[in-house]
């Protein structure tokens, strides 16, 4: 990585990744926080009311935040103690190589489909750039101006008990997604997602625990899924060679395992235990000598899997940001 100011943020993302397994919690997924009439499960804009996404995702915790413009803008006054936040912002561009007549060219994809070219298209490319902010917590400012917020959730985010119990919201929108995507699901001895005939075979209801562990694999296999060439066109996924144990494949199951973290927060099906094995995931992840290798030589790696497991989420939910750039 040779630019220096993209290599400084992806330090940064690395430190507060391991300050956050050293402690085995994500601060950001934690119960949801009330402010006037409605509760908002994330960390968001409190003037824009934007969520802050990425992995901002894990490192904030739910609540409303200011930036430095906007303690201007509004004459705003902190508190003589109060606490600094980074938050991060990614952009994803895609690009596409294709075949000219004096060979081959790598060129924007909104340029060739604005331009309405018709060059053979040979690979598709996806680059993500980094940028971060100062931010405040809203409890740290002493004259915050009122202001109706719009887009919180009525009802709280509440832990579910696990159950033996099918989950009928649950199945509700795993059934919109795979009906959607013509994705077949199958029962087989074991879960897994196969990238060759698009399929995700999972194992029978009944040999899971309870429900959570049961939902916790389904969310994880349909987070893979969402790496197929016609969707958001993950490497791990697409080329689907990188083989059980190697980086690449460990990355993919941070972006599969943190998806289902997600989709089960979304559900109010996110227990300590889901938590706890998402952060082994990392874990694991990070305490490999290959990982180690793979983050000296490209610090992004990590930053990367948690915004793609952001993406993976946004598309099966149909929310704001799933589509592709």
Known sequence: MKDKKQLKIFNMINDQILECLKNDRFPGIAPSIKLQDSYFDFAFNYFSERPYTG??????????????????????????THQTYRAFQSWFKTWLKIKTEDGEQIIPKDIYEKNGMQNEIIDTLISCTYSYQIVFNIEDIENLPERKLKTGKKTPFVLVESSENRNPLCDLFLNAYVKREKINVYKGENSYYDPKHDEITLKDFTTFKNANEFYEQYFHECAHSTGAYTRLNRKSIVESQARFGSGEYNLEEIVAETCAMYSLKEMGMLTNAQ????????KGYWQTEEAQKEIKKDPSVLAKALTNAERAFNYIFKKERYAKD
């Not at 992995?55 to 906007?70: E, H, W």
């Not at 938590?275 to 990392?282: E, K, P, Q, R, S």
């Open 275 to 282: 938590v706890n094995n998402c952060i082994a995931y990392i």
């Open 55 to 80: 992995v901002n995702k894990i490192f904030l915790k739910p609540g409303a935040y200011v930036c430095f413009s906007q303690l201007k803008e509004h004459g705003l006054k902190l508190k003589e």
